[in-house]
């Protein structure tokens, strides 16, 4: 059924008489253009000297870890990558990117 409602402040408003069986379900919701803020370009970009001490110590621990691993030769012996395994790679290496064009740590 399709309806129309007032968002306001985080909450929908519908007409008196929807009556809902439900208390949560999945709602598609059209927002028209101009509602929408467009002046966030996007989020706000930080350096680690912008955190506490513990936090710059733990990052730099992970990334020596990380380094260490990284440093490590690939062994030559490994089987094949199989059909999905490559899929299943493909798809971190995917979320990996869509992750870092949100701003967000992939």
């Known amino acids: 059924m399709e309806v129309e409602a007032i968002y ?17 379900f999945r709602v598609k ?6 509602a929408i803020d467009t002046s966030v370009d996007s989020l ?4 680690l000297a912008d955190f506490p001490e ?6 730099s621990r992970m990334q020596q ?10 062994p030559s012996d490994l089987p094949e990558e199989t059909e999905k395994q490559k ?4 798809a971190f ?3 990996a990117a869509v992750r870092r064009e ?3 740590p992939a």
Do not use: C, H, N, W
């Open 8 to 24: 306001d402040r985080g909450k929908l408003e519908f007409p008196t008489y929807v009556q809902l069986r439900a208390q949560r």
């Open 29 to 34: 919701v059209e927002i028209p253009d101009e």
């Open 44 to 47: 706000p970009e930080y350096t």
């Open 54 to 59: 513990a936090v710059q110590e733990e990052v």
């Open 65 to 74: 870890i990380r380094e260490s691993v990284m440093a490590k030769p690939i």
């Open 87 to 90: 899929d299943r790679r493909e």
């Open 93 to 95: 290496e995917l979320r």
């Open 102 to 104: 949100q701003g967000r």
